[in-house]
């Protein structure tokens, strides 16, 4: 790590991050652990206990950090964001994926250089490699959103990950101050969710619009990992409900809901 770099290895400027976000619904009460499991395990919990929409909850050191899959999802301390956010969605779930990678990619895109693009149907990649996981969980009418940005520091040192993903300062060359990328991340999401509850068709079809020209996953021939099962084929186009249809190499066509893209 050089000294750049290292310069921004200091816990989240909280107080920063709550002043920028007190006019939006989403983002607080903002609750900060300097450690934590994880945070989406965290937020179910408040959420069951009566949480309020929009709490947030980050950590600046993710011990067991969850990914999609049952994967695990790997901390850089002091280094990214993880964050999870409490909602109650009144929209179709997959509206909430679509505006969650859109947001994460619009947001990396307005406070660097990069211009990300999503790996259906959220993995929000720079040069190929994965900087931002997502994983929604639901529960009732509960839906936790939880992301993760590599932003500073290197993957260098896990040959094996640093394959796949990178982050941010990496593709730069410099560090990323993390509280402004928060900031607009956090406008971002809170406008797409204020849109999609007050609903309409339009608002959708212009998500969906946008989110689908991000995909870089469309016209590649791919590997779908499902549990226990793949599936290999040309991804062709998403549908109404942003499903990936796929021109298997048997010649059928799928429908492919969920799942994790090679
Ligand atoms: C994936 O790509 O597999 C999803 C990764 C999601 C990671 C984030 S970090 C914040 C939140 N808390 C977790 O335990 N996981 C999500």
Redesign the pocket.
């Known amino acids: 790590m050089d000294d750049a770099t290292h310069d921004t290895a200091r816990p989240l400027d909280v107080a920063a991050v709550e002043a920028a976000v007190a006019s939006l619904a989403l983002g607080h009460p903002l609750i900060y652990h300097q450690a934590i499991t994880?945070?989406?395990?965290e937020a179910m919990t408040l959420a069951r206990a009566g949480a309020a929409e929009g709490t947030l909850v980050t950590t600046d050191d993710?011990t067991?950090?969850?990914?999609?899959?049952g994967?695990a999802?790997m901390a850089l301390p002091n280094e990214q964001l993880?964050?999870?956010l409490l909602l109650y969605p009144s929209f179709p779930p997959h509206y909430l994926v679509m505006a969650s990678a859109l947001a994460v990619a619009e947001a990396i895109e307005a406070a660097t250089e990069l211009r990300p693009g999503i790996k259906w149907p959220n993995?929000v990649l720079v040069e190929g490699r994965?900087v931002c996981?997502?994983?929604i969980e639901t529960s009732a009418a509960i839906a936790v959103l939880?992301?993760?940005i590599n932003v500073n520091g290197s993957l260098a040192g896990h040959p094996e990950l640093a394959a796949r993903a990178i982050t941010l300062a990496d593709a730069l060359g410099h560090p990323v101050a993390r509280e402004p990328l928060l900031i607009e991340l956090l406008h971002r999401l809170d406008g797409l969710y204020a849109t999609l509850q007050r609903g309409g068709e339009q608002a959708r079809r212009q998500l969906r619009e946008a989110w689908r020209a991000r995909l870089v996953t469309l016209g590649q021939h791919v590997i779908v990992q499902q549990v226990g099962h793949a599936l290999a084929g040309t991804a062709t186009d998403v549908d109404e409900s942003g499903a990936l249809i796929l021109r298997a190499d048997d010649g059928t066509r799928q429908t492919i809901n969920w799942g994790d893209v090679e």
């Open positions: 994880s945070t989406n395990t993710q067991a950090g969850r990914g999609r899959m994967r999802w993880a964050l999870s993995d994965k996981g997502i994983l939880g992301i993760g």
